[in-house]
């Protein structure tokens, strides 16, 4: 991918720069392991041009496997999503997809030998009793009354929840670590549940599932990952994630490393409360526009490269902290202005007659879609009524709309000729409907002969040619910059104009552009082709984001 930043220097990279340099490392790998339980959004990015990003840096590779262990939430859309996500920001794991579940066998095996070193034993204690007993942040926990059990006996018991011969919720298998520890995370730990649900990848054959912690580093030491890299809130974590590297045979010792994760402004990022926006239909799906998602903010225009670079603008960090998302704003603003295609729009449209054109007048201008990038050119019809902006047409003249078109004033048509205003017509409620104008003749790329130049350019189409089309104008979700603090629903802060549905009259050659297709519309903002509902016979464009940043929005 061209122009985004191939090398990190962040704190991950420099660990990494010197575990090669000492030998302690080989072979970088790393991973990216989400759940299958919703969309990724922008943090996941961040993780994703992290994780991929110092494995490209250093000649390794990253691997992409699912944390499958809560089947209940899990679906083969997640998982499709999930990948497509990844490879449209421009990465590919390495080797085949992983899953969590490829290793349920062998978890099973490893769960068996900490029972048999006396480090793990089945609990018949209740959730609300486990809760209780666990002790609380200034009190230690106490043990188990079930702590104690022989080894066979907890063989015989763990045997017995593999095949289904107890409740979910009976009863669960714990590691036997230290009920006294300050972080609770060693507080003899769940590491089995019973789960009597289907599982996408494993179908009937379990119904007893590791927990994330127990799973996490076993996976990682399988696959052979040096770095493993999570986000701040696994630091608490970590001791228990190397307990169990020290206490099981696995065949490689991988580190965990942690870094702040991203937080937006005007943005919620809870899968849960993401999965609520999409099941109480306040957004049309996980891929709206208007979610943080990746797939959102692709069907939105952001570009991969935008994304990335504002990952890059960002860096890593060790903590936690609250970004600016007009930081996000202003980088799919600026690679659309050196990148996106140049097409004209007209949104509030004002006929214009030029009256000194016969009524069948039909010329066909070629402009370029970028004035400096070669990205090819377009067919403009040029006939006798066109349509421009209303706002482009006042009047009366004045220093204040020297550049609009005003009776005897004159303006340039974007790449096109120049007009004059000659009169205009009214509606009984005094609205301007009609202009008619008169083209001054050899202004094709050029000044006027008679030394008037024209005083502004406007954007404009064909009035018989341009195609209608829908243009849905979306803006931030949120109009509150923390939505989810406090006591409030975060539901309360949505913005009711986060999407208006408008009307707008492009060029022709828009209508046949493929889904996807990014433009800046001249003077109007920088738009998409919606990915799936941008027809030839009914073209939808999207609103990304404005030409330039809006004062007033990021007060709001």
Not at 77 to 86: G, H, L, R, S, T
């Amino acid at each position: 991918m061209t122009d985004v930043p191939a090398r990190g220097n962040n704190f991950v990279a420099k660990i990494i720069e010197e575990d090669l340099a000492s030998g302690k490392v080989e072979r970088v790998v790393t991973r990216f392991p989400p759940e299958p339980n919703g969309y990724l959004h922008v943090g996941h990015a961040k993780s994703i041009c992290l994780n991929f990003g110092v494995a490209e840096q250093f000649g390794g590779g990253c691997n992409l496997r699912f944390d499958d262990t809560n089947p209940e939430k899990e679906s083969q859309e997640y998982i499709n999503a999930i990948k497509e996500d990844v490879q449209w920001l421009g990465f590919q794991w390495q080797g085949d997809i992983r899953f969590a579940s490829d290793y349920f066998d062998q978890l099973h095996q490893w769960a068996v030998e900490l029972i048999k070193a006396g480090k793990a034993y089945v609990c018949d204690l209740s959730p609300e009793d486990a809760r209780t007993y666990r002790g609380t942040l200034t009190e230690p926990g106490k043990n188990s009354p079930f702590r104690d059990r022989s080894v066979d006996e907890n063989l015989e018991l763990f045997e017995k929840m593999r095949l289904g011969e107890f409740d979910e919720g009976a009863c669960v298998l714990r590691a036997k670590i230290d009920m006294a520890s300050s972080n609770m995370n060693l507080r003899d730990p769940i590491i089995y549940r019973i789960r009597k649900v289907h599982h996408h990848q494993t179908g009937d054959k379990w119904c007893i599932y590791p927990t994330y912690d127990f799973t996490h580093g076993q996976s990682d030491a399988i696959e052979g990952v040096t770095h493993s890299v999570c986000t701040l809130e696994f630091e608490d974590h970590r001791p228990l994630y190397e307990w169990f590297i020290e206490s099981l045979p696995v065949p490689a010792q991988p580190k965990q490393y942690e870094f702040g994760r991203l937080n937006l402004d005007y943005t919620v990022t809870s899968k849960r409360k993401l999965k609520a926006l999409v099941d109480d239909e306040v957004v049309t799906g996980w891929n709206d526009p208007r979610m943080p998602t990746i797939s959102g903010m692709r069907r939105r225009g952001f570009t991969p490269r935008s994304v990335r670079n504002f990952c890059e603008m960002i860096g890593v960090t060790r903590s936690d902290g609250m970004v600016d998302v007009a930081m996000l704003e202003h980088a799919v603003r600026d690679d659309l202005n050196k990148n996106a295609p140049r097409a004209m729009c007209v949104i509030n449209p004002l006929k214009v007659v030029i009256e000194n054109l016969p009524e069948d007048h039909l010329e066909q201008l070629t402009a370029p879609y970028h004035p400096e990038l070669d990205l090819g050119t377009r067919e403009m019809p040029f006939t006798r009524e066109i349509l421009i902006d209303a706002g482009d047409f006042k009047e009366e003249y004045s220093k204040k709309f020297k550049k609009k078109l005003t009776p005897g004033n004159r303006i340039r048509l974007r790449q096109g000729y120049v007009l004059e205003a000659l009169d205009y017509d009214k509606n009984d409620a005094g609205e301007v409907t009609l202009v008619r104008a008169k083209l001054i003749e050899n202004t094709l790329g050029v000044d006027p002969e008679d030394g008037i130049k024209p005083k502004g350019v406007v954007h404009w189409v064909s009035a018989s040619h341009a195609v209608e089309a829908e243009l849905r104008l979306y803006q931030r979700l949120f109009n509150n910059p923390t939505p989810d603090k406090g006591d409030a629903d975060y539901k309360e802060h949505i913005n009711p104009e986060s999407l208006v549905i408008a009307k707008g009259w492009v060029e022709p050659a828009l209508a046949n552009v493929t889904p996807e297709s990014n433009f800046q519309f001249e003077r109007e903002g920088y738009y998409v082709a919606d990915r799936f509902d941008h027809t030839s016979e009914q073209p939808v464009f999207n609103l990304t984001i404005g030409l330039r940043e809006d004062k007033a929005l990021q007060k709001a």
